[in-house]
């Protein structure tokens, strides 16, 4: 009689996140878009209104491209190559907590810099340069855009970690992080539509900073409190999962290929068709990027005859570009109902 052998151990197999705890892992997309929106309506009459030529503003949001061209391949290295032991909150929800302070302390400092700005002798009479604000400003504004691509990047990848390669799953999370950040643009931009919230917190209108940076240091410190909850609700969503880690992070020992030369080394091995995606994708920033950006400048100076120079006229140019940019937030959401 043959000698009994023992059953095979059966491996289960791990249980599929939840739905709706995909819902909430998405979310914090809502607190970092509704920055984002802030700072594309507000920030360029702002900055004028600090003194720099309309000519050199657009040279300010060159901090973006050049954060984002750095930052986001920097830290999708740095978080594929943790390991277990080497964080018990995972390899992703990390860089998204540091990434939301980070922003959190931008905002801040852009909000403030009028105000900080005073502190270092700056002539605060409408109409003059001011440089001590200018510079607190410059190292806010390039925080933010770090915050910004350091933290976007990590929530798409801890999503993919979570739906483990299930395409439909894949979709429905992109779905959920793309409806997060059409409510964040929504609730960004009419948040800078609105004018009243210096009367809301009075305590921002102080000597340096009118009616006008009143408003966007108000509309900023909203921006805080949506991106510490959303923040929360993300990292508190779900465990990641406990096998992640690339080879070189469970291998220590193993040669690892320095980073530049590998990000660079890539490109030898794109297709026609990848590198046809990405020249449309480069063509369409390039195109898209001054309609966001001078848009509804353009229209309050030109339509509405508004002036960052002008206190009187102030207000009524920093309204237009919100509504405007409102309309395209509504069309993003009828977007995401289309993914369905």
């Known amino acids: 009689m043959p000698p009994r052998t023992a059953p095979a151990a059966t491996s289960t197999p791990p249980r599929k996140v939840p739905l709706r705890k995909l819902l909430r892992a998405a979310s914090v997309a809502c607190g970092v878009q509704f920055g984002w929106a802030l700072q594309l309506s507000l ?28 930052v986001q391949p920097l830290v999708g290295h740095l978080s594929d190559r943790i390991g277990p032991a080497a964080s018990p909150l995972g390899r992703r929800r990390p860089f998204i907590a540091a990434g939301a302070a980070c922003i959190a302390a931008a ?29 607190v400003y410059l ?32 979709r429905i999370a992109n779905a959920y992080f793309s409806l997060f950040m059409a409510l964040g643009n929504i609730l960004g931009y009419a948040t800078g539509a609105y004018s009243g919230w210096y009367s809301i917190f009075p305590f921002t209108v102080t000597e340096s900073c009118g009616i006008s940076c009143a408003n966007l240091k108000s509309a900023f410190l909203l921006d805080i ?23 070189e992070a469970q291998n220590p020992g193993a040669e690892q290929e320095a980073f530049l030369w590998e990000l660079f080394g890539s490109l030898r091995y794109f297709t026609l068709p990848i590198w046809m995606v990405l020249i ?10 001054p309609f966001t950006l001078f848009d509804t400048d353009w229209m309050g100076r030109e339509i509405y005859r508004g002036s ?19 309309r395209l937030a509504l069309s993003l959401l009828l977007w995401w109902f289309l993914q369905f």
Not at 55 to 62: P, Q, Y
Not at 227 to 234: A, K, N, Q, S
């Open 139 to 170: 190292v806010g504004f390039w925080l933010l855009d770090v915050g910004n691509n350091g933290t976007q990047g990590p929530c798409r990848a801890f999503l993919a970690d979570l739906t483990e390669n299930d395409p439909r799953r894949t």
């Open 280 to 289: 449309v994708t480069a063509l369409t920033w390039m195109a898209w990027f």
């Open 43 to 70: 920030l360029t009459p702002y900055v004028q209104e600090l003194g720099i030529p309309h000519a050199f503003a657009s040279l300010v949001w060159l901090c973006g491209p050049l954060s984002g061209l750095l």
């Open 107 to 135: 905002v801040l400092t852009v909000g403030f810099s009028a105000d900080l700005g005073r502190l270092f002798g700056d002539d605060v009479t409408p109409g003059s340069t001011r440089l001590g604000a200018i510079c």
């Open 225 to 247: 409190i949506v991106l510490v909850i959303t923040t929360y609700t993300t990292v508190t969503s779900v465990q990641e999962p406990q096998t992640f880690g690339s080879d």
């Open 308 to 326: 960052p120079d002008n206190p009187g006229e102030t207000q009524r140019t920093w309204i237009i570009h919100p509504v405007v940019h409102l």
